[in-house]
């Protein structure tokens, strides 16, 4: 056996737990009993999927895969950011509904 194909064997492994980590990550965002769950588990499925970005430019010997990873980590840390502000923003807002109310009885 070469070592060429072990570190194929050990990458294809490692493309299936991530995979399998994917999947798990996408039933916790569907489920999540709260937003914060899901926003965690959004952020790490990105996280995942750049990890399989870079794995499969470390199969294929392409490198601009690497650049497509970088771009995708931007994206989705500005996703991340814009889902977090909207959910402070919910929340702040349903906070002053039921404040106001308390205030004036």
């Known amino acids: 056996m070469r070592v060429q194909d072990a570190y194929y064997y050990l990458y294809a492994f490692v493309l299936v737990v991530l995979a399998l980590l994917l999947v798990l990550c996408f039933i916790r965002a569907m489920k999540g009993p709260r937003i914060a769950d899901r926003i965690v588990s959004i952020n790490m499925m990105g996280t995942e999927i750049i990890a399989i ?8 010997n392409e490198g601009y895969l690497v650049d497509v990873a970088i771009i995708y980590a931007m994206i989705s840390f500005l996703s991340v950011v ?8 919910v929340h702040w807002s349903k906070a002053s509904k039921e404040v106001l109310p308390n205030e004036h009885t």
């Open 53 to 60: 970005i870079c794995i499969l430019a470390l199969m294929i």
């Open 82 to 89: 814009v889902l977090c502000k909207v959910y402070l923003g």
